[in-house]
């Protein structure tokens, strides 16, 4: 209840995002702009198609036939649990997660997501895959549930960095 408000806004966004409506995208083979690196040959040989500029898409690439994937990552290390007393920092993690798990409801053919966390022992914690959000309210206790058991039990140190590396 606290976070519906929140939720309610994010909903809105979601459903308002038109994918590659907005987007550009590099048209080749222009007399000007900015150089294709892959022309380079074709430069050198007196070519003046060598080019490429951002323009708007064909309406026919403008439908999105995938899911956009987005990935969030949480921090479940000890210092989370450590100072949530102090500042509440793993309770509005839990809270965003809540949300997060509510807004993308219904937008599977829209929107996949995954949640991945990391402490001081691992870089990667795979909490909810692609394409299989958790769909029950207890499923998604279930993930909050972890997240917390975690923050307490892990040991102390530091894998913010390394979650990037895994991840990208």
């Not at 994010?10 to 459903?15: A, S, T």
């Not at 000007?32 to 080019?51: E, F, W």
């Not at 509005?92 to 997501?113: C, P």
Request: hydrophobic fraction near 45%; aromatic fraction near 10%; charged fraction near 30%.
């Amino acid at each position: 209840a606290t976070i519906a408000p929140d939720v309610a806004q994010l909903r809105v966004i979601l459903e308002q995002v038109e994918a590659n409506e907005k987007e550009r995208a590099w048209v080749k083979l222009q007399v000007s702009g900015d150089l294709d690196d892959t022309r380079l040959v074709d430069l050198a040989v007196g070519d003046k198609n060598v080019y490429k500029k951002r323009a708007d898409v064909d309406p026919i690439f403008r439908i999105q036939r995938l899911p956009k994937r987005i990935r969030f990552v949480v921090d479940m290390s000890s210092s989370m649990s450590r100072f949530n007393g102090v500042d509440r920092r793993l309770d509005r993690m839990a809270a965003t997660l809540v949300m997060i798990f509510e807004a993308f409801d219904g937008f599977g053919n829209k929107y996949s997501y995954s949640v991945v966390g990391h402490d001081g022992e691992s870089a990667f914690i795979p909490l909810v895959d692609y394409d299989a959000p958790p769909a029950t309210r207890e499923e998604r206790k279930k993930v909050v549930e972890k997240v917390y058991w975690n923050a307490s039990f892990c040991a102390s140190g530091d894998n913010t960095l390394g979650v990037f590396f895994l991840i990208f």
